[in-house]
């Protein structure tokens, strides 16, 4: 049973975060971004 007052994570929630990291301007770290872009070296 859930305590009362808590809710789980949301669409809603994610969709605004995103929208406030787009208005701020924030960036991904280069590591990050470049995960599934580049090939993997063998």
Do not use: I
Not at 2 to 14: A, D
């Amino acid at each position: 049973m859930k305590t009362p007052g808590t809710l789980p994570p949301s669409p809603l929630s994610f969709g605004l975060s995103n929208r406030m990291a787009s208005f701020s301007g924030m960036q991904p770290n280069p590591e990050f971004y470049l995960m599934g872009r580049v090939p993997k070296q063998k």
